[in-house]
């Protein structure tokens, strides 16, 4: 008898859940094997998103040295000059680096969104109002229009974005403090800063407020396919810096105030690593300049957790102005987003190629479609008639439990939205236990056949499938954990047509390894809520 499982899960094992964030709490599609892409140019910046702040002090002397060049420039009707710091390097310094810190545990880890949330929720600095870091929210991107297609592999990924990438990803949703997450692949945010400026005496207390400087930073970040690296792409929105000094210093000062992008892990972080130094230039360079500055984030094997070494990184980008003679007292950051890599062997790109490394943003909602119009149609129409009218599929219900219940299939998501209870993923070899279980349920349901096959006499498929022209398919797929035989959910049995089961079991394998969903690890902490999930959605 099948029963419905009801999950209770703690506070802390929420988090960890959220913390390997294989729980997607934001919801993006995947489209056949492909990723889908949506169109658009970026848009302005939302109004109701708080900015971020960060508040530096500049010398008396310094800023003495600053007027005097805006002076210079003005009676020589010339611009101020181009930063003379190098834009960005390869080095990194140990006070760079995630060298040092402290390990946090796995749970510890996996609860640092949550602290991050709590700590932007509190006053930050009397100078710096609070705002809001909030914890990663529901986002559904729009439908893809068409069918499948045959592509199976991410973004390219160069030392910049593309502006093809960036012009789909920077929609609307990307500017929240959860940002959008474009697909496994692909995250991007428009984030509000402001910076305020301070005269400092020689003591370096503050003597006077000189003014502020707002603008917007721009993030893409891109996981790889074949390593345990993300690119972390940062800039200052073309155009979108404003100043509030004065009219004189609006022109000749604040201009030139030096500013520095970083992108880092997040602290105290469970192996996680950073490559390349901070990016500085002027804020009239940054508004102007056409390049982004970027960083890797990755972690190792060593240090990963399950049979796939999955591990999350938490990362960020951090703002502020340095040197002897500016003091950044209260820096600003990004909110915290996250990355997961694995080394799952079985995972392939096309071709055969090496995909056994990698890293997704987890929160991309995986979603798997079937189109009725497809070469899978017949599968696409059995997997429909299963999820929305479980009560007229087979194997039926014993007559005295169909009094009691209806059946419950699950994994449907409509437009976009997980209805139902998520699949996860089972191998034949690594979860050679669970597959032939759910092969034997099928057989004995669809061909009353093999050990099953007593459970299923007179309630299986009637007829079962000519197997001339026919194959029984199953929904839920006999890859999931959910399949014919799990003991919380039901199945349904089909006979379709052999090529198109043929079709959709060819488009199902393709979706796990562009999606990079895992295979069902008991030994990862908290299975029900760590495992990757996805779903099914059946369009026309």
Known sequence: MHRHRIFRISRRAAALAIGLTLLSPQFAVADG?????????????ADSLKPIKLEVGISSA????????????????????????????????????????ADLTFAEAAEFIEQDAERRKAPMNSRVDSYLGQQQTV??????????????????????????????????????DAGRVYDRFTFCQQVPI?????????????????????????????????????????QIKQGSVSYDWGWWDNIWTA????????????????????????????WDNWNNNPSWAYWDISNSATAGYGRDKVMPSFWRVEFFT?????????????????????????????????RSHGCVFPGATPILRYSLSGTEAAVAQHILGAQTRPEYTYPRLPAEEEAQRDKSIPGQAINGQPVHYGLHRI?????????????????????????????YAGLGLNPPPDTSTQQCDEYPFA????????????????????????????????????????????????????NDRFWVEIVD
């Not at 094997?33 to 910046?45: D, F, H, M, Q």
């Not at 030096?258 to 390349?276: E, K």
């Not at 950044?328 to 997961?340: E, H």
Request: charged share 25%; proline share 7%.
């Open 33 to 45: 094997p492909e990723r889908e892409r949506t169109g658009g140019s970026a848009p302005l910046l």
């Open 194 to 234: 402001t910076a305020e400026y301070w005269e400092k005496d020689a003591a370096g207390n503050p003597v006077d407020h000189l003014g502020t400087t707002k603008a917007t930073l721009e993030i893409v970040a891109q996981g790889f396919e074949d390593q345990r690296t993300m690119r972390l792409f940062s």
């Open 255 to 282: 201009p030139g105030v030096p500013l520095s992008l970083f992108g880092t892990c997040a602290p105290d972080q469970l192996d996680c690593g950073a490559s390349r130094s901070p990016a500085t230039l002027t």
């Open 62 to 101: 310094q800023l003495k040295k600053l007027r005097e060049r805006g002076k210079a420039a003005e009676r020589a009707g010339k611009p101020l000059p181009k930063a003379d710091v190098p834009f960005q390097t390869e080095h990194r310094s140990e006070r760079e680096s995630a060298a040092g810190r």
């Open 427 to 455: 191998h034949s070899t690594l979860n050679a236990t669970e597959y032939q279980a759910n092969r034997d349920h099928k057989d004995g349901a669809c061909y009353g056949t093999g050990p099953q096959a007593s459970r």
């Open 322 to 354: 340095d040197t002897d003679e500016f003091s950044t007292d209260a820096p600003g950051t990004s909110p915290v987003q996250v990355i997961r890599c694995d080394s799952a062997a079985y995972i392939v790109g096309p071709f055969g190629a090496d």
């Open 479 to 530: 890859s999931t954990l959910e399949g014919a035989a799990s003991p919380d959910w039901d199945f349904s049995v089909q006979a379709v047509p052999i090529t198109d089961n043929a079709s959709a079991g060819g488009k199902l394998i393709a979706y796990y390894n562009a999606d990079r969903i895992l295979a069902w690890d008991a030994t990862l902490p908290y299975p029900d809520g760590s």
């Open 139 to 176: 986002r559904t991107a729009p439908l893809a229009e068409g069918g499948f297609t045959t592509q199976a592999t991410a973004a390219t990924i160069g030392e910049t974005p593309s502006q093809a990438l960036y012009d789909s990803c920077m929609t609307a949703d990307a500017a929240s």
